[in-house]
T-cell receptor, first 113, second 116 residues
Framework: DAGVIQSPRHEVTEMGQEVTLRCKPISGHDYLFWYRQTMMRGLELLIYFNNNVPIDDSGMPEDRFSAKMPNASFSTLKIQPSEPRDSAVYFC???????????FGPGTRLTVL | AQSVAQPEDQVNVAEGNPLTVKCTYSVSGNPYLFWYVQYPNRGLQFLLKYITGDNLVKGSYGFEAEFNKSQTSFHLKKPSALVSDSALYFCAVRDPDSGGYQKVTFGTGTKLQVIP
């Protein structure tokens, strides 16, 4: 298995632009998690899905952030409009029903100028 | 509520010496505990977990961790450190009694520096 796949790996954009991050979980995994990692705040859970349904989005910073999972093999995290304080590394992780641990993707490093 | 604390921002150890990275936790019930490692510009990699059973858990790359319920600790250990072990280590906890809720709380991370 290729593991969790995220794209793009790096994204540089200007303030006010829309940013879309993508994630393909491990095949057969039914949980998908979006995290944000910064030096100041560490690793924060933004939202997680179970069987494509959002379960907890309490970590989403504000309405500028949205996440979708249209099918079992694809999820997006969108920021519109982006702000410099959104600069961070965003990780996607997935988990299978028979596992307790999560499997992380390589992350997307977002820089908002 | 569940929480985890890693009291050391950085741990330095000489190559070949034993290493310990500390972690304490707080949950209302019996915890699920995890250690992950993050190398530069990479995602987190699962090292080991405690779910139930033997308090000493063995994981990848020669790492092990000891669950201590009375001290609410889950310290990561390795008998002989390698330079390649230098990385950022995260402890994490989940409360399995939270009705199927899958949120895992991560610590702030401890940077391990193994000195040649």
């Amino acid at each position: 298995d290729a593991g969790v796949i995220q794209s793009p790996r790096h994204e540089v954009t200007e303030m006010g632009q829309e940013v879309t991050l993508r994630c393909k979980p491990i095949s057969g995994h039914d949980y998908l998690f979006w995290y944000r990692q910064t030096m100041m705040r560490g690793l924060e859970l933004l939202i997680y899905f179970n069987n494509n349904v959002p379960i907890d989005d309490s970590g989403m910073p504000e309405d500028r952030f949205s996440a979708k999972m249209p099918n079992a093999s694809f999820s997006t995290l969108k920021i519109q409009p982006s702000e410099p304080r959104d600069s961070a590394v965003y990780f996607c992780a997935s988990k299978g029903q028979g596992y307790n641990e999560q499997f992380f993707g390589p992350g997307t490093r977002l820089t908002v100028l | 509520a569940q929480s985890v604390a890693q009291p050391e921002d950085q741990v330095n150890v000489a190559e070949g010496n034993p290493l310990t990275v500390k972690c304490t936790y707080s949950v209302s019930g019996n915890p699920y505990l995890f250690w992950y490692v993050q190398y530069p510009n990479r995602g987190l990699q699962f090292l080991l977990k405690y779910i139930t059973g033997d308090n000493l858990v063995k994981g990848s790359y020669g790492f092990e961790a000891e669950f201590n319920k009375s001290q609410t600790s889950f310290h990561l250990k390795k008998p002989s450190a390698l330079v390649s072990d230098s990385a950022l280590y995260f402890c994490a906890v989940r409360d399995p009694d939270s009705g199927g809720y899958q949120k895992v709380t991560f610590g702030t991370g401890t940077k391990l520096q193994v000195i040649p």
